[in-house]
């Protein structure tokens, strides 16, 4: 799970000069395989595509689009269809609980993906907690949002990433609910 | 493998060593959060930004949160009361189409195909001071425009054109508003009517509202002021083609055939004057000009009027009579937008003149002599030119340029001195008189608020520098090489508001919370602009909190206090006779009085005298369209608003019954309107009603929105900016007469879009 948390983080922040380095050293790439190992899945391949080409995809998919943004990054969108619901105020009571906080530097909403991405990467010690906030809040986000990242993201970086990482917390939930039966 | 860590999150120490908290977890994620009114709620003085009326307002605040905002007594634009508008306003911050962080154009996209890249802030900031500072050097500071609207435009229209040398700075508040009205109110009394109309509403007993929205451009004082003028038994005369909400609760509506208001306005004079009912001391006390008008108005009888107006003689001569039985306590009050047929000037100055003539400038009942608060300015070395974007409050003072500086780019197009918005798009195009090549846009939407949008377009192609500072996405946001996402106005400080009024006032604009996303206040944006541009020293002050702070010290106050306080109201002096006790007199024009005859109109070869001229005629099948505004809407800022637009999510086309009948439409139908230049605007519904003359329609404006990144607001209704491709410049005051254009109805689907209400639905399941 926590790997599943760092690649979320990574793969949704506003790319930078850290995304390239994990690019370049393959590191990303790497996850994504072994996390594939994990739950028996294909990995994907990743494309290769220069930092520039992921900000002006990133800033369209999930910034700023004059035909409309096709995926708000936040998970609350996807619970509530709208910002700071009923899910946002769960999400927020939940970091609380696990005694998280939203970074000063963080300019961006506490539910975007990148945020929970890493939430779920720092609680590695509470396997509950990061088990609920992928099933609940992220995996939500994934299915709603990974259909439309095929259709609009013009890299496919990111719509291979939310579509491999649905399918894991497909898994993931199947694992969950197996568990909980009698 | 090891992934680079992100910091976006902290665990905190009390997190460490928790004791498993699964359990808890699964608790705390079906829990239903508590009220926000049982937290610990903090209260913020502030002040709406949803309309310009700008009420002082009490936000009730829960860390990042607004959850409620109300007027307060002590502010006399709310007076502890809040139109929808106000109420609904604060689900702005919290819009998930916001503008949440800087933007750059990408490099070899097209202006218009709205290709982004994220940038900090230093970036973009850096990257526009770049470019500014390379066209200063290639055309001179003048080839950059500034154009704002809003509480926070000061600093962009204002004080960082006049630092930077640049004249041209406009608000399409004057030439797309006010500015016949207050132009005419300076050659008329020599005074401003200003942004809080001067209407003594509680004390008048006859009122004229001619053109006056009253009740749709719901101003909330005034709207207070107003019932309860009808409450204490005021007499109301509505003048408007329309049955408007205004119509609905008057004495008299006179539906006047448009553009004909300066020939009725004549006749009443006429019979004021034949009958000798015009206050006759106070027009020999007040005023110049008197034995030229009675000349003038002679032939103008109410037949005369009625043939023109289609206004019966006597119904003309009823309402004269009746202001007069009434007067000084009679009033016709100036409305704000005054920019219709292009002789607007005119039509205001015959306003004013018959307001003279009932005696009721500075009078009871009539008008007050508004006065602004004393407030200082911010101690700065002199600014190379003098602010000069004008505002409600009319033309500026300053004409001629200082040497090495260039006069505006519209000097000489008309008499006024303040700028034309409109007037500066064509130089952008033809670089006459000189290159205009940069813009800033800061809070106004130039393809709802100028009219020829094809026009503006063209423009926009053409420039070296676009910069949008704004909240939304909108259509002309979408253009720009730099969008700059602004805090809104729960998010931020402001310049101190000062408020001419019977009791001038200053009002204070406080954070509710932190700004929401990568945003930053106008004046930090400002600041560190000019810090790029080498003008540091025109902003000496460390932060917005000094420079307020320094401002309230010179009214005895300080910023903390004035935190506490929210408004600081001072004395006035709203009644002629408090001047004449100080042996003076409040008028500001040459004469020292009110100028029914203007010497200073005839010596720049304008008549002296309101002069009728009857308006064009609609082409043969063509309405005239007319417009207007919405009580829950404020011009085209506030269609992606989820609780205003439940209360009205578009706008329909009114139309006369017997027309629609003739037309084969049936009420609900939708239609397309085309203009006179082929434009084609809707779907939007036919509203079949009896409430406007067959030679009109009327839509409200701002809707019609057709930027897709406004999820509520777009394709929902028609623009009646769109369908203004054409305009008539008002010669005195520079005002662009929007109301020379037409459109004829051809049936439409009705549009495939989801209900609002079926979207918030979806939002609140």
């Known amino acids: 799970m926590q790997l599943l948390g760092w690649v979320t983080a990574a793969a949704f922040a506003p790319p930078k000069a850290a995304l390239e380095q994990d690019l370049l050293a393959g590191t990303l790439q790497a996850a994504l395989d072994e996390m594939a190992k994990t739950y028996g899945l294909a990995p994907p391949k990743l494309p290769k595509t220069d930092l520039r080409a992921l900000q002006i995809a990133h800033t369209s998919l999930f910034v700023s689009n004059p035909a409309g943004l096709p995926c708000p990054p936040y998970v609350g969108m996807a619970l509530d269809e709208r910002l700071f619901g009923l899910g946002f105020e769960r999400l927020m009571a939940l970091y609380r609980l696990a005694g998280l906080e939203v970074s000063p530097d963080w300019r961006d909403l506490p539910d975007h993906l990148a945020a929970v991405g890493e939430a779920i990467a720092l609680l590695g010690e509470k396997p509950e907690l990061a088990r609920t906030l992928a099933l609940e809040y992220l995996y939500p986000w994934l299915k709603r949002y990974a259909p439309v990242l095929q259709e609009a993201d013009p890299t496919g970086f990111y719509s291979s990433i939310a579509v491999f990482l649905s399918k894991v917390l497909e898994e993931v939930n199947g694992e969950t609910r197996a568990a909980q039966l009698p | ?765």
Not at chain 2, 707 to 731: E, I, V
């Open chain 2, 1 to 765: 493998m090891k992934l680079e860590r992100r910091s976006f999150l902290k665990l905190s120490a009390a997190a460490v060593g928790a004791v498993s908290v699964g359990g808890a977890a699964t608790l705390v994620s079906r829990a239903k959060a508590a009220p926000w009114y049982t937290q610990e709620v903090r209260q913020v003085f502030s002040i709406c930004e949803n309309c310009f009326w700008r009420c002082g307002i009490k936000a009730s605040v829960v860390g990042n949160r607004v959850y409620k905002v109300e007027g307060y007594k002590e502010n006399p634009k709310s007076r502890g009361m809040l139109c929808p508008r106000g109420q609904g306003a604060p689900a702005q911050t919290y819009d998930p189409d916001r503008l949440k962080k800087p933007l750059i154009r990408v490099e070899g996209s097209e202006r218009g195909a709205g290709q982004y890249r994220e940038a900090t802030w230093e970036e973009a900031l850096d990257y526009i001071a770049k470019k500014m500072l390379s066209l200063k050097e290639q055309y001179g500071p003048e080839s950059i425009a500034f154009f704002g609207h809003g509480t926070g435009d000061g600093w962009f229209v204002d004080f960082l054109p006049a630092a930077w040398g640049s004249p041209n700075a406009a608000k399409p508040s004057v030439s797309l508003c006010t500015a016949p009205r207050e132009v005419a109110a300076q050659y008329t009394f020599g005074r401003a009517i200003g942004g809080h109309e001067p209407i003594d509403w509680p004390n008048t007993r006859y009122i004229v509202l001619i053109g006056h929205h009253i009740g749709e451009d719901t101003h909330n004082t005034q709207l207070q002021d107003w019932s309860q003028a009808r409450k204490n038994g005021a007499k109301l005369v509505v003048v408007d083609p329309r049955f408007s909400t205004a119509a609905a609760k008057a004495d008299r509506w006179l539906p006047i055939k448009p553009g004909t208001d300066t020939a009725l306005l004549l006749a009443w004079m006429h019979v004021l004057i034949a009958e000798n009912l015009y206050d006759k001391a106070y027009v020999q006390k007040y005023t110049v000009g008197f034995e030229q008008l009675a000349a003038h108005v002679k032939p103008y009888t109410p037949e005369w009027a009625e043939k023109e107006t289609e206004i019966p003689a006597q119904v003309i001569r009823e309402v004269a009579r009746e202001m007069a039985r009434h007067k000084p306590k009679a009033v016709l009050p100036p409305t704000r937008h005054t920019v219709w047929y292009g002789n607007d000037t005119q039509r205001m100055r015959a306003l004013y003149i018959l307001n003279a003539l009932l005696g009721n400038y500075g009078r009871e009942g009539g008008f007050y002599i508004a006065m602004p608060p004393y407030l200082e300015k911010y101690p700065t070395p002199p600014l190379p030119l003098e602010p000069n974007a004008g505002g409600c409050s009319g033309p500026a003072k300053a004409e001629s340029e200082p040497e090495g500086y260039k006069p505006r780019a519209d000097k000489g197009k008309f008499l006024a001195k303040s700028t034309a918005i409109q007037e500066l798009i064509e130089p952008m195009i033809t670089g006459k008189p000189y290159p205009i090549q940069g813009l800033f846009a800061y809070g106004i939407n130039l393809f709802h608020a100028i009219p020829n949008v094809p026009r503006t377009k063209e423009a926009l192609s053409k420039l070296d520098l676009y910069v949008a500072i704004d909240v939304l996405p909108q259509e002309h946001v979408m253009w720009a090489d730099v969008i700059l996402p602004e805090a809104t106005y729960l998010e931020r400080y402001d310049d101190l508001v000062a408020v001419a009024h019977k009791t001038p006032f200053i009002e204070l604009r406080m954070p509710a919370h932190e700004p929401l996303w990568d945003t930053k206040p106008g004046w930090w944006i400002a600041k560190e602009l000019g810090k790029r541009l080498g003008l540091e020293q025109f902003f000496p002050w460390k932060d917005i909190e000094e420079y307020l702070d320094t401002r309230l010290q010179s009214v005895g106050l300080d910023l903390e206090t004035m935190k506490q306080m929210g408004t600081m109201v001072q004395n006035g002096k709203p009644w002629l006779t408090d001047w004449e006790k100080e042996n003076t007199l409040p008028f500001g024009t040459l004469s020292g009085k009110i100028e029914l005859y203007s010497e200073a109109l005839a010596k720049a070869g304008f008549d002296p005298l309101p002069v009728y001229e009857p308006p064009e005629a609609a082409p043969e099948g063509f309405y005239r369209l007319l417009y207007g505004r919405s009580p829950v809407h404020t011009f085209a800022r506030t269609q992606n608003n989820p609780v205003l637009m439940e209360m009205e999510p578009s706008n329909s086309v009114w139309l006369n019954a017997e027309e629609a009948q003739r037309l084969g439409f049936k009420a609900g139908d939708y239609a397309y309107l085309v203009n006179q230049d082929g434009v084609r605007e809707g779907p939007v519904r036919v509203k079949a009603t009896q409430r406007i003359r067959k030679d009109a329609v009327y839509i409200t404006h701002g809707f019609g929105h057709k930027a897709k990144g406004m999820s509520l607001a777009n394709g929902r209704g028609a623009s009646d900016s769109y369908l203004q491709t054409r305009y008539t410049l008002d010669p005195i005051s520079g005002g662009a007469g929007l109301r020379n254009n037409y459109v004829k109805l051809e049936k439409a689907p009705a549009p495939r879009l989801k209900s609002v209400v079926q979207i918030l639905k979806e939002r609140r399941a």
